[in-house]
Every structure is written in C-alpha cells, then in structure tokens.
C-alpha cells in the first residue's frame, strides 16, 4: 500500500532551523516533493527530489535518501510568513500521479 | 504568473443541484490533469486522473458518476460535482503534471447548503 508520514504539527522560533521528517512506503518511486500552504490556499512548489542528497534553494533545503525510504524539508532562518502547513508528495511511477503526506503544521513564533 | 487557472475559487450552491469546476492549464499542453479534494486541517486526496481524449481514472472510492470528469482539451480540464450535498463540501484543487514539479490551481471552496 501507499504510506507517507510526517509530524502532524511543529514549533519553532523566528530565525532558528527546523527540520521536517518524511518516510514513506509506496508501491512505486519517481521523485519526492515538498510543498507549502497556507490555510484556504493551494499548495506551493517548494522542491523536488529524484536523487539521493540534498537540494539546496536558498532558505529551502531538502534531502532524499531513497533506500531508507526518507526525506526532510530544512528550513533556515525562519520567517513569521513561514507558519504554513507543509507537504510530503511521492510520485508514483508511470505517470505524474503523486500521492500526498496529511501534512505538517509549522508554527513559527517570535 | 499562474500557469495553471482554476474558477470558480468559491461557490455556494443548493443540495441537489449540479456544480462544474474549470481547470485551465495557461502555458502547457497537459495530456494529463489531476483532480484532488481537501478537507479541513487534512492533506490532499487523490480523487481522479483526467486523461485528454479519454476516460478518467478514479481513486478507490470515488464515485465516477457522481463526480464527472471532462477533459475535452489539452488545456482544460472540467469536474462537475453532480446532485451535491452538504458533505460534498470541500476544497477542490486541480493540477497538471510535469516532469520535475506539478503546478496547482487556485482551488474552489464549494459549500453545499
């Protein structure tokens, strides 16, 4: 079956680093994607992963190590505006069909 | 700029009556287009994949006639929530496929009364 977990909720504080986790079991593998969304909004690229290491783009890092099945979002120097809901996604293979994490909460406080 | 424009981004309609969604992708011919549902404080559910010049495919327990899926063209892509009730109330969000990023619509609040 299809199975993406992350932290459902997270705190951290205006400008330090805050790592989210994903693992994930899914049937089939071609690439992981981070998301960002606000509430009422649609979720915002952030990055893709189809190789193992890390990805940097700017304040945004994430890193893929697919024989373990896992992923993380590393956020530097938090912002107020980066209190948003952030998404796990794996596309699956043959396609672009991409399946979704429930999601994890960040909440940045001053 | 959007690439992807969805509308409308908010409807309230009567239980029972029929609401179509449109999906337009603005800068690529998008063979395939996927439709998802999103409740509150939940993550984004799968509901259908919407194949240019065919049929979609639907996700293990969505109800292919109720929620009816056109993609007549390759840039736009329609779902039209038939007879729908309050419990149809939800976000929905199309996006299109690339190869490295999939690019999202605004998403519709449908609010069924």
């Known amino acids: 079956g299809q199975n993406i977990d992350q932290p459902t909720e997270m705190t951290a504080t205006e400008g330090a680093i805050v790592q989210i986790n994903c693992t994930y079991q899914?049937?089939?593998?071609?690439?992981l994607f981070w998301y960002q969304q606000h509430a009422g909004e649609a979720p915002t690229f952030l990055s893709y992963n189809v190789l193992d290491g890390l990805e940097e783009k700017g304040r945004f890092s994430s890193f893929l190590s697919r024989s373990k099945g896992y992923s993380y979002l590393l956020l530097k120097e938090l912002q107020m505006k980066d209190s948003a809901s952030y998404l796990c996604a794996v596309r699956d293979t043959g396609g672009f069909k991409t399946i979704f994490g429930a999601g994890t909460r960040l909440f940045v406080k001053a | 700029g959007a690439v992807v424009s969805q509308h409308p981004s908010w409807v309230i309609c009567k239980s029972g009556t029929s609401v179509k969604i449109e999906c337009r992708s603005l800068d690529f011919q998008a063979t395939t287009m996927f439709w998802y549902r999103q409740f509150p404080k939940q993550s984004l559910m799968l509901m259908a994949t919407?194949?240019?010049?065919?049929?979609?495919?639907?996700e293990q327990g969505v109800e292919k006639d109720k929620f009816l899926i056109n993609h007549a063209s390759l840039t736009l892509s329609t779902l039209t929530v038939t007879s729908a009730h309050p419990e149809d109330s939800s976000f929905y969000i199309c996006?299109?496929?690339?190869?490295?990023?999939?690019?999202f619509g605004q998403g519709t609040r449908l609010t069924v009364v």
């Open positions: 899914t049937s089939g593998f071609n690439g």
């Open positions: 919407s194949n240019e010049g065919s049929k979609a495919t639907y």
């Open positions: 996006s299109e496929g690339r190869e490295t990023e999939a690019f």
